[in-house]
């Protein structure tokens, strides 16, 4: 079965829960659909490039998902209906990383030179 990364970019002013709702949401579409997802990751809120929609920030949602073609396509549709969604992206790879994604080891890093720092003065 060929295997995706879907990353969307929720609105700024949503709660944490609501963003877990929206992945959950997404979950459940592929899955009603016959495929499966193996990672979900939520990357917080970050700083956009430019405003997208009067947005400065936005809430990032890595989803690895495992699933033929067509249920993509269903998951892009309803995530272009969703009016929380700013942006959406889908690739196809040829295999998922395990363990965190590249976001999550740069947030742990950042996080223990913060302590360092922290700790030396």
């Known amino acids: 079965m060929p295997l995706y990364e879907h990353v969307f970019l929720a609105r700024q002013d949503l709660s944490q829960a609501q963003v877990d709702a929206l992945a959950a949401q997404a ?5 009603s659909n016959s495929g499966k ?14 405003k997208i929609d009067r947005n400065r920030k936005a809430h990032f949602v890595l989803l690895n998902i495992e699933a033929p073609g ?14 929380d969604v700013i ?17 999550m ?3 742990d890093r950042e ?7 922290e700790e030396r003065d």
């Open 105 to 107: 080891r740069k947030q």
């Open 37 to 50: 997802v193996t990672k979900t990751e939520t990357w917080g809120l970050k700083s956009l490039a430019y």
């Open 70 to 83: 067509s249920v993509v396509e269903e998951l892009e549709r309803q995530t272009r209906i969703n009016e």
């Open 87 to 103: 942006r959406y992206m889908t690739i196809r790879v040829d295999e998922h990383e395990d363990g965190p994604s590249v976001m």
């Open 111 to 117: 996080r223990k030179r913060r302590t360092d720092r």
């Open 27 to 31: 979950t459940e579409i592929i899955e």
